[in-house]
């Protein structure tokens, strides 16, 4: 007879993320502690929904992922955006009165600075002596083309105050919306009711579908294949930066993603957002950094490479340093 199931989601794909989890990113989890959602997104609303208040502070990343700004603003949250640095999220700067803090540690989006270990402690510490609660997004981390990973905060943690976050968007596919939480014990039960009310459970299909592919050991070897592919992308934007582009833009170092964000070299004064929009007529489509900024527009670049085949790049690369203002060519 057709049946509701449990909230938390498919326990075979719960007891497959928790492995999977595991043993790529250290997370310490069974498959009690993980609730697969609609999305890293509704993993969000889900925590905004038990923990934000209207009128409680919400931090997040300045720049740092609209979506999620949206998502606590629309719980009534007072949002403030926090700095990020070389290190990542500067602690220093964060409200005393901060309910909740988010964060995307792996791979800072959309600069792509990975935060430093000093910083994950001094946040960890600092949400210890705070009361607050930490929302690790740890959305492209599967992609890494550095040294070895730091350990997520969910690992790091000693006090059950991170919500670890994941998603299947970049590993697989944006509308197969499967994401996943990782909760403390203290939060698991209201969340689980809370995803009971916003639709009880997700699609068990897809979900049962998901879990013999993690099992099969196919998610693995997809990430394998695929890591060597946009790895050889990166290189190639990289490089074709530094050939085409040097002197007018400097990356930002970072080690994982689909994407890298670029800074206007010193002394660069061009005017980006008439560069994005000339790239775009070019065929090409690249972000301004200033979009990710709520408060204080920092200028640069948003370069993805998840969507573009390998042999596309250097033209790619050609047509945005046509797209710069020719008095600026070198
Ligand atoms: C920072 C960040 N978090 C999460 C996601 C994925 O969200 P979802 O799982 O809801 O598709 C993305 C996708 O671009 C992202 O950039």
Request: glycine share 10%; aromatic share 6%; charged share 25%.
């Amino acid at each position: 007879m057709p049946a509701y199931t449990e909230p938390d989601g498919h326990p075979g794909l719960r007891a497959a993320l928790a492995r999977h989890v595991g043993v790529s990113r250290s997370v310490r989890a069974g498959a009690d502690d993980v609730l697969v959602t609609q999305g890293a997104q509704q993993a969000l609303d889900l925590v905004g929904r038990v923990l934000v208040e209207p009128g409680d502070r919400v931090a997040v990343e300045e720049p740092g992922y609209p979506p999620a700004r949206r998502l606590f603003r629309s719980h009534g949250a007072r949002v403030t955006g926090v700095p990020v640095d070389a290190e990542g999220l500067v602690v220093a700067a964060l409200p005393a009165d901060t309910r909740l803090v988010y964060v995307t540690p792996s791979h800072q989006f959309p600069l792509g600075v990975p935060m430093s270990l000093a910083r994950r402690t001094a946040l960890l510490d600092w949400a210890e002596r705070h009361g607050a609660v930490l929302v690790e997004d740890d959305y492209d981390s599967e992609y890494r083309f550095g040294g070895r990973p730091l350990e997520p905060l969910q690992s790091l943690d000693r006090h059950g105050r991170v919500v670890y976050v994941g998603s299947f968007s970049k590993t697989l596919l944006p509308m197969l919306r499967v994401g996943f939480l990782v909760a403390p014990a203290s939060l698991r039960s209201a969340l689980r009711t809370a995803k009971h009310l916003a639709d009880w459970h997700g699609d068990l299909t897809t979900q049962g579908a998901l879990a013999e592919f993690v099992d099969e050991g196919l998610l693995a070897r997809h990430i394998r294949r695929t890591s060597r592919e946009y790895a050889a992308r990166r290189r190639a934007v990289l490089a074709a930066l530094r050939d085409r582009l040097a002197g007018r833009l400097d990356p930002v170092p970072s080690a994982a993603g689909l994407h890298l964000a670029a800074r206007p070299a010193p002394g660069s004064r061009v005017d980006l957002a008439p560069v994005v929009a000339r790239a775009g007529e070019r065929g090409v489509a690249v972000a301004s950094l200033a979009g990710y900024c709520a408060e204080r527009p920092r200028p640069g670049l948003v370069i993805g490479y998840g969507g573009i085949a390998l042999a596309d790049v250097d033209e790619g690369i050609r047509r945005l340093a046509a797209a710069f203002p020719p008095a600026l060519l070198g």
